[in-house]
DNA sequence: AAGGAATATTCTTGTCAAGGAATATTTGTA
DNA sequence: TACAAATATTCCTTGACAAGAATATTCCTT
């Protein structure tokens, strides 16, 4: 294994940087939902509720229990810790005290001398 | 307006989801860099680095400072703060005693009453 | 068993975004 | 002034992905 791609996983962001999926995710929110209500109450077609829903089962988002007809999604935690984590992990890397573009720009300087 | 796209920015999460400008961030973690460092320790080419910081830095994550020929990048908090927030909004959400699931069927079987 | 409801899947098509290559632009330097 | 370094931009090609339409699958009800 090569040292690639230490950040977050990319694949939860791209599950979640689509705008029905985003609106998914705060539909449910609220709670548990069946396919067609989740299509209904977002106006979307059934079956691309449906290819929208198995993003985010595939990404760990959502998952599914079976209900006779009816299969009810609901939130998973994971991600959204695991997003918690990440974001939070930049704590030190946003504040103004860490801002070293003063000390950046002196070592290019010094650099130049070469 | 109509109520559509109540959650995050899905911009903000399109530019993140890319596995090299996601690089990109986590390298600027610690502290501001010129477009050549940020090629070479990642081993882009520098037009591909160029585009992906221009990607990043019209979505607000980024931020650059022209120093003579070079242009230094470096993170903006805002970003990040806004991405905490949503995140924490979550915390009722996922949390299990809010997992209405045996509420809802309840609800689906009485419906099926009609 | 037959029909209908709820959901998933397949196929096709159009759009968009990323990489490659070449070039333009700006600035510093001999 | 000419040249080199650092960065940005343009054009082209290709691959991924989302919508639409049609169909398959599963399960319930009569």
């Known amino acids: 294994m090569s040292g690639k791609n230490p950040g977050l ?3 939860t962001l ?3 940087a689509e705008p029905n999926r985003m609106d998914i995710v ?3 929110r609220d709670g548990p939902l069946t396919v067609g209500e ?3 109450r977002l106006g979307l077609r059934q079956p691309q509720a449906s290819k929208h829903l198995k993003v985010l089962s595939d990404n ?3 998952e599914v229990k079976a209900e006779a007809n009816r299969r009810i999604y609901k939130l998973r935690p994971e ?3 695991a997003l918690d984590s990440w ?3 930049f704590r030190l890397a946003i504040e103004d005290r860490f801002d070293n573009l003063e000390d950046y720009l002196l070592d290019l300087q010094n650099k130049e001398k070469s």
Do not use: M
Request: proline share 5%.
């Open 9 to 11: 996983d990319t694949t």
């Open 14 to 16: 791209s599950a979640l």
């Open 26 to 28: 705060e539909l449910l």
């Open 38 to 40: 989740i299509a209904d």
């Open 60 to 62: 760990g988002i959502l």
């Open 79 to 81: 991600p959204f810790h």
């Open 87 to 89: 974001v939070k992990s």
